[in-house]
């Protein structure tokens, strides 16, 4: 089974302070993907990668960076952590580029982020 | 960019009814996703249909596609309180990452 892992379930960091949240596939998956969760707006896209060292924007990558020096790791970076960033962040994998069965995405657990 | 768009939002049945949600879409795509998400958790993949496909099965889990009228329905039969949970369904419309609705929120009452 596909296992991705998100190293906090809750977080509670002050404005200013500079966060990272990680995740973690053991499935040698190509893809990674990290997403917000707010009530109301579903799932919104931050960033993606394709690729070690590769990175492109979401729907809403600003306050956010990201980076992949692995295959299996992703990590998000809040660099000045702001109350808007309260919210649920999830972690998601896949195998495959291309659509096709391969391209369902695994996701973690969530990490519950609050800034206060 | 939201591209599927569930309805209802919320849904409450009681145990052993069938629950029937629905996800409409704007462009056309090549496959369509349902993912579950229990409270507080991840989501976790339910079914795929590709856009040849007019039905699929899995167990409880009834899919259809209508790429005509840009829509596909999830029925879950003979519900279980354990099935209480939000649903999801996702769009993939070529070389870009899946787009996700917001969601219907189905609650079964034992």
């Known amino acids: 089974d596909v296992k991705v892992t998100q190293s906090s379930r809750y977080l509670v960091k002050r404005t200013g302070e500079k966060v990272f949240l990680e995740c973690v596939q053991d499935m040698d998956h190509e893809n990674m993907f990290w997403y917000r969760q707010d009530p109301g707006l579903g799932l919104r896209l931050i960033y993606f990668s394709y690729d070690v060292k590769m990175k492109e924007k979401g729907d809403i990558p600003e306050g956010y960076s990201v980076s992949r020096e692995k295959k299996e790791r992703f990590s998000l970076i809040l660099e000045s952590a702001s109350t808007n960033q309260t919210s649920m962040y999830l972690c998601?994998?896949?195998?495959?580029?291309?659509?096709?069965?391969?391209?369902?995405?695994?996701f973690g657990p969530g990490t519950r982020l609050t800034v206060l | 960019s939201q591209q599927g768009e569930e309805d209802p939002q919320a849904l409450s049945i009681q145990e052993g009814e069938n629950a029937t949600m629905n996800c409409s879409y704007k462009?056309?795509?090549?496959?369509l996703q349902w993912y579950r998400q229990n409270s507080g958790r991840g989501l976790v993949h339910l079914i795929l249909i590709r856009s040849n496909e007019r039905e699929k099965h899995s167990g409880r889990l009834r899919v259809t596609l209508d790429t005509s009228k840009k829509s596909s329905s999830l029925l879950i039969t003979a519900s279980r309180a354990a099935d209480t949970a939000s649903y999801f369904c996702?769009?993939?419309?070529?070389?870009?990452?899946?787009?996700f609705g917001k969601g219907t929120r189905l609650s079964v009452i034992a």
């Open positions: 462009t056309s795509i090549n496959n």
């Open positions: 998601a994998s896949s195998l495959r580029r291309t659509s096709g069965r391969d391209n369902e995405q695994f």
């Open positions: 996702a769009t993939d419309s070529g070389n870009t990452p899946l787009v």
